[in-house]
């Protein structure tokens, strides 16, 4: 062998002396790998040889057997994980020479170029890492390709479609696999970065640990920062932390594979996915993702490799080499948890963050040497990462926050919401839109939402200090007096239908509690006086705090032109809600979504019905039991309905519903009455196809004589006695700790918030002739807020289980209803009367007459 | 010919190494000798490529060594420690270090184990310590390299092993004129093995030279003046570079650089009565060239 042949294979024979120095290690992993993949091949191919597939209709449901294989699967799934995780130590091992002094002498004396040692110890991490990888994949494919005979055989006469599925698992199996093995790449890339820059094994481990969560951590509040979409759990956050991230890229590809499943099985996956109405090929996502990751990855080996050619034999033992790595985790690690202040509770976040900093420089330091440094670069830090949120809050994230691209500039538009009142409820609706009408109102739509919320943060940003913290950044945004329009929702329409409503339904009338301005009394002069003990800061009570948003969340994605996407995540006041609503519910898609959303639901009630006929040995006469719930308010029960022949006319069904819902005006929605609900979808009075068909099928709306499986009515509906309950809170000013009421029992609970001491239950009849029966009532509650900040301390009204703000200019309102009320004795207390007072047991009730407007009042005990 | 030139290493604020300059020639058995941290082994560290200079340069045969290859080739260096190949046996060590030495020969690693006889299929790990050294010492010399480094490699070797492993190393210098660099705190070793020998002290060397010449170059005189009653002091023998000056009763002890000659002349103006010149050890020399430099060892007198 010449000389120059042997220089060109020295750094194979160091990749090998890597190998051959890590046997052991490697052998861990091919045993970890072979207990992954193949067995979970296997266990798979097995559920597929041995359970019947009748019924079955996807591979979803292939995997529920209740065979008891799904666990094997999950034990697969840890040895995988526990064999991915090794990464970290193959690249801790292979680099030894950076962490362990007695190997520097030997390693860094071989005839070899720092970028040779590099490249053969980098080899021979990989080799030890992805090779056992490798075999267990191949051995995967031959355990599915070997299996699937049995597969076939065993299901030829009941499985047509084996061909489709064997086709899906192997696209899944091949896109998972390779998917897989780019992010080992990356994540052992990573890991050898770090390993690079830090000169000790305990540094390596934990720092290789803190900066695999940190990224994504990181990355993704910084998102939340910018789209408001506080929700993790929404792949267009992974769409982002999955092209940076070893573990984003891990959840990023689980989505996409996921994704490319529930195509498959869409509709019936109702109950885990939204009701899409389109869905993207998965491909050209996936191959831009692995380009993406073999770049992150080609850079993070470059790196690498440079931090290693300028790192000196000497380093190791050094806790970190690169301290700028060590930095970057730690501003990395406060900007993650200055994020969090958007919680609220910054003061605590700050000391968890200075515990946390001055822990990780005692061990980077090894003692408290030199610890004022240390001191002064938390400051640093903190300061830093204050000033860098503050940046990015008050610049709206450089105007990222406001941005809408132009309307022409986008392709297609993706909106989704999920409403949670009766009408929409359980249904998620993904809708995307290519229409260049629809997608030109949503731009504007977006537009004006902005410009709105501008305004309203103009308006009320004085009082917002402590609002702020507690939901998002924007929220103060969406806090706005409610319109017209909302009253006359929450009052007119919905007001039988909302959630609140029904979960008082059957526990207690709704009760009205009047808590009264009180006054404070000087112990030496007697004198009285009201305000003295305000808190202006504090405009509600804290227990209040949380009820005033009854906002409508709305997700808006952008795909443009160009190929970048923007998204936005917003929580819309009733106005909004409304307008956005007109924009979507007159459309094609809405429709043909709420009718998938029928229609799935339908098959899924089938089905189950059909599995129940099944195991209970009774003959397939097959019905169809449809839930309806009348909005009649003489009846709140709930009525079934068979229908013979039901998977027949499942399809005419909902092709009428979605007939119904197209013709359907955006007026039409806001002002058809809801005659009842359908597999939970509302079936509106306008929906005259839907309503023709089921007639003919003996369902009439109101007509529940007829109706088959009568369930238990028995109940007496709240809503028969029109009674509507309210309370009202004083404000804040009102609010004493000192005050003392002479001869009264009711003193010591008097100012506190949770326990009212005056329990008035007020009834009210509540019917479209509030306005003329009850002005005073009428106009409070016209002047009622759900949404509304503001600095001032204004009165509280609790009206059907909700809170209601009474903006501070209709105080007077608020005093009104009280006065009216004729409480002589609460209006004693507010004047002192101790003979009115004055030991006073009490359990009062008062009641507004329907006879002549007044509020009358009653005394018990 | 290995060569430091101007060369600067530091350690964060240490400098181990301060613009030192030094020429080790080939087929020379070169013996480094320093306090501790004067910077004896990063000398041998920068000859084999481990660690690069902040400042001049480190050549093999005119080459800088740090991270090239062909010269790093020339090179073996034994460090102090024997546990990085604790994981080996005696056949996979010879295995590894053959894939990275072309020279390396099979025949003369057989014949030198055949004359030591260490365990060849068990764990260097379970070796005592002196056979680990031993094992590693007949791997480098039969890695045929033309230059090798030795940081305390005799230590834990018994004598008569000592003996068998020197004769190996000289065996190799007669045969293919090897350059053995030793670092050893033994002088007696380096005495014994070395033919040149460097003194480094707070990273600067202090002399550099053939041992003979050094041995004749200091001289412990033992004196007696004829003018008894005056005390004599250093400052009186204005022309003599005294290393050590003492007087016990009426005789003086001097440890002076120079010829034999040059001292009796600088002494001569005094008159001395007795002048007993006798040669020093390179363990005096040592001692008293650090004393002379304020390493002294009666700090605790």
């Given at each position: 062998m010449t000389a120059t042949s042997l220089h060109k294979s020295l750094p194979f024979r160091n990749a090998l002396r890597v190998v051959k120095q890590n046997q052991k290690m490697t052998i861990v992993t091919c045993i970890l790998q072979l207990l992954g993949i193949p067995l979970g091949a296997a266990a798979l191919m097995w559920e597929l040889v041995t359970e019947s597939h009748d019924g079955k209709e996807d591979f979803i449901d292939l995997m529920d057997t209740g065979h008891g294989y799904e666990m094997y699967i999950v034990i697969a799934a840890l040895f995988l994980g526990v064999a991915v995780f090794m990464g970290m130590f193959a690249a801790i091992n292979s680099f030894i020479?950076?962490?362990?002094?007695?190997?520097?002498?030997?390693?860094?004396?071989?005839?070899?170029?720092?970028?040779?040692?590099?490249?053969?110890?980098?080899?021979?991490?990989?080799?030890?890492?992805?090779?056992?990888?490798?075999?267990?994949?191949?051995?995967?494919?031959?355990?599915?390709?070997?299996l699937s005979p049995f597969v076939l055989w065993e299901n030829d006469q009941e499985f047509a479609s084996f061909g489709e599925f064997m086709g899906e698992i192997v696209k899944i199996y091949a896109l998972a696999t390779l998917g897989l093995f780019f992010l080992m790449l990356l994540y052992y890339s990573l890991s050898v970065l770090v390993t690079v820059c830090c000169g000790t094994l305990f540094e390596s481990i934990y720092t290789n640990i803190l900066l695999n969560g940190l990224i994504p951590g990181t990355v993704a509040l910084i998102i939340a920062l910018v789209t408001n979409d506080l929700s993790f759990e929404f792949e267009y956050t992974w769409q982002i932390i999955g092209f940076m991230s070893p573990?984003?890229?891990?959840?990023?590809?689980?989505?996409?594979?996921?994704?490319?499943?529930?195509?498959?099985?869409?509709?019936?996956?109702?109950?885990?996915?939204?009701?899409?109405?389109?869905?993207?090929?998965?491909?050209?996502?996936?191959?831009?993702?692995?380009?993406?990751?073999?770049?992150?990855?080609?850079?993070?080996?470059?790196?690498?490799?440079?931090?290693?050619?300028?790192?000196?034999?000497?380093?190791?033992?050094?806790?970190?080499?690169?301290?700028?790595?060590?930095?970057?985790?730690?501003?990395?690690?406060?900007?993650?948890?200055?994020?969090?202040?958007?919680?609220?509770?910054?003061?605590?976040?700050?000391?968890?963050?200075?515990?946390?900093?001055?822990?990780?420089?005692?061990?980077?330091?090894?003692?408290?040497k030199r610890f004022w440094l240390s001191v002064i670069t938390y400051v640093a830090t903190v300061g830093l990462s204050i000033g860098g949120y503050f940046l990015l809050t008050a610049t709206g994230c450089f105007g990222r926050v406001n941005y809408v691209p132009a309307s022409v500039g986008v392709?297609?538009?993706?909106?989704?919401?999920?409403?949670?009142?009766?009408?929409?409820?359980?249904?998620?609706?993904?809708?995307?839109?290519?229409?260049?009408?629809?997608?030109?109102?949503?731009?504007?739509?977006?537009?004006?939402?902005?410009?709105?919320?501008?305004?309203?943060?103009?308006?009320?940003?004085?009082?917002?200090?402590?609002?702020?913290?507690?939901?998002?950044?924007?929220?103060?945004?969406l806090q706005d007096p409610l319109s017209e329009e909302m009253l006359k929702e929450r009052y007119a329409k919905l007001v039988y239908t909302t959630q609140e409503y029904d979960s008082n339904y059957y526990n207690e009338f709704p009760s009205y509690t009047l808590r009264l301005p009180v006054a404070n009394v000087d112990d030496e002069s007697g004198e009285k006086s009201v305000g003295d003990w305000l808190d202006p800061k504090n405009p509600l009570p804290d227990e209040a705090k949380g009820h005033y948003i009854d906002t409508h969340q709305v997700r808006l994605t952008y795909y443009t032109l160009t190929g970048s996407t923007v998204h936005r995540v917003y929580d819309l006041n009733a106005d909004y809600w409304r307008r956005f609503l007109d924009i979507v519910q007159g459309t094609g898609l809405y429709a043909e979504a709420t009718s998938k959303g029928m229609s799935s639901r339908m098959t899924d009630q089938y089905t189950e019905y059909v599995s129940y006929l099944k195991k209970n040995m009774i003959p397939g006469n097959l019905r169809l039991q449809m839930t309806a719930t009348p909005r009649d308010a003489q009846d709140t029960a709930t009525h079934s309905a068979y229908i013979?022949?039901?998977?027949?006319?499942?399809?005419?069904?909902?092709?009428?519903?979605?007939?119904?819902?197209?013709?359907?005006?955006?007026?039409?929605?806001?002002?058809?009455?809801?005659?009842?609900?359908?597999?939970?979808?509302?079936m509106y009075s306008k929906c005259a196809k839907s309503w023709e068909l089921l007639k003919e099928w003996g369902i009439e709306p109101f007509n529940t004589a007829e109706w088959i499986g009568y369930a238990d009515a028995t109940y007496d509906s709240a809503f028969h006695n029109q009674w509507m309950g309210m309370r009202i809170y004083a404000p804040d000013q009102y609010r004493t700790a000192s005050v003392d009421y002479p001869h009264s029992t009711l003193t010591t609970n008097f100012f506190k918030y949770g326990d009212p001491a005056y329990e008035d239950t007020i009834y009210f009849s509540y019917d479209d002739s509030l306005e003329k029966t009850y002005p005073e009532l009428y106009a409070l509650l016209s002047a009622a807020r759900k949404n509304y900040v503001t600095a001032e301390n204004c009165y509280v009204i609790n009206f059907n289980g909700t809170d209601y703000i009474i903006p501070e200019k209709d105080s007077d309102l608020a005093e009104a209803v009280i006065a009216k009320g004729s409480f002589c004795m609460l209006d004693s207390v507010m004047k002192n009367d101790p003979f009115v007072t004055g030991g006073a047991s009490v359990d009062d009730s008062q009641f507004f007459s329907d006879a002549d407007g007044a509020f009358s009042e009653q005394y018990f005990g | 010919?290995?060569?430091?030139?101007?060369?600067?290493?530091?350690?964060?604020?240490?400098?181990?190494?301060?613009?030192?300059?030094?020429?080790?020639?080939?087929?020379?058995?070169?013996?480094?000798?320093?306090?501790?941290?004067?910077?004896?082994?990063?000398?041998?560290?920068?000859?084999s490529g481990i660690y690069s200079p902040e400042g001049g340069k480190v050549l093999i045969d005119g080459e800088n060594v740090y991270d090239n290859v062909a010269a790093k080739q020339k090179v073996f260096f034994i460090n102090d420690e024997t546990i990085q190949f604790a994981g080996f046996t005696l056949d996979q060590l010879k295995k590894f270090y053959m894939q990275f030495y072309p020279n390396f020969s099979d025949a003369i690693f057989e014949r030198l184990e055949s004359m030591i006889q260490l365990p060849r299929n068990r764990r260097i790990s379970t070796y005592s310590k002196g056979m680990k050294r031993q094992a590693i010492i007949i791997t480098a010399i039969a890695c045929c390299t033309p230059y090798l480094l030795l940081d305390e490699a005799f230590d834990g070797i018994d004598p008569t092993m000592r003996i068998i492993v020197k004769r190996m190393l000289v065996d190799a210098m007669c045969e293919r004129n090897l350059t053995v660099v030793i670092s050893s705190h033994n002088l007696k070793e380096i005495n014994e093995m070395c033919d040149t020998a460097a003194l480094l002290h707070k990273g600067k060397i202090i002399f550099n030279r053939q041992l003979d010449s050094l041995k004749g170059a200091v001289h412990k005189v033992q004196a007696v003046f004829a003018d008894k009653e005056r005390e004599f002091t250093a400052a009186d023998f204005p022309g003599l570079e005294i290393l050590h000056f003492e007087k016990t009763q009426s005789i003086y002890h001097i440890i002076a650089k120079g010829e034999e000659d040059t001292i009796r002349a600088a002494l001569a103006p005094q008159n001395p009565v007795v002048a007993d010149m006798v040669p020093l050890t390179l363990e005096e020399i040592f001692i008293y060239e650090l004393e002379g430099l304020g390493y002294d060892s009666n700090v605790f007198a």
């Open positions: 020479e950076t962490h362990k002094k007695t190997k520097v002498d030997m390693l860094y004396a071989l005839p070899l170029t720092g970028t040779q040692r590099f490249f053969s110890d980098y080899a021979g991490g990989c080799i030890m890492y992805i090779v056992p990888y490798m075999i267990a994949v191949l051995l995967g494919w031959g355990v599915i390709f070997g573990i984003g890229g891990l959840i990023y590809l689980m989505l996409l594979i996921s994704g490319e499943i529930t195509d498959t099985i869409s509709p019936s996956s109702y109950q885990f996915a939204a009701v899409q109405t389109t869905s993207h090929d998965m491909i050209p996502s996936y191959l831009r993702w692995i380009f993406a990751i073999f770049l992150l990855t080609a850079v993070l080996t470059a790196g690498a490799w440079l931090l290693y050619k300028r790192r000196k034999a000497e380093d190791v033992g050094k806790p970190f080499i690169y301290t700028a790595a060590y930095y970057v985790m730690l501003t990395l690690a406060t900007v993650a948890v200055l994020c969090a202040m958007r919680t609220g509770v910054f003061g605590p976040v700050l000391i968890a963050s200075a515990i946390g900093y001055f822990i990780m420089e005692v061990i980077r330091k090894r003692g408290f392709s297609s538009v993706r909106v989704e919401f999920h409403a949670d009142d009766n009408i929409y409820r359980t249904y998620d609706y993904v809708l995307e839109y290519t229409d260049r009408d629809v997608i030109s109102e949503v731009t504007k739509f977006h537009r004006d939402l902005i410009g709105f919320q501008k305004s309203v943060k103009k308006m009320h940003s004085p009082g917002l200090s402590n609002r702020r913290n507690e939901y998002s950044s924007n929220y103060y945004a013979k022949d039901a998977p027949q006319k499942f399809e005419q069904l909902w092709q009428a519903y979605r007939f119904d819902l197209e013709a359907m005006t955006a007026e039409d929605f806001r002002t058809s009455e809801i005659k009842g609900y359908l597999s939970g979808l509302p | 010919m290995m060569q430091l030139q101007q060369t600067v290493k530091q350690f964060g604020d240490f400098k181990a190494l301060d613009c030192v300059d030094l020429e080790i020639r080939e087929g020379t058995a070169f013996g480094l000798l320093g306090s501790n941290g004067a910077g004896k082994s990063t000398i041998l560290r920068l000859f």
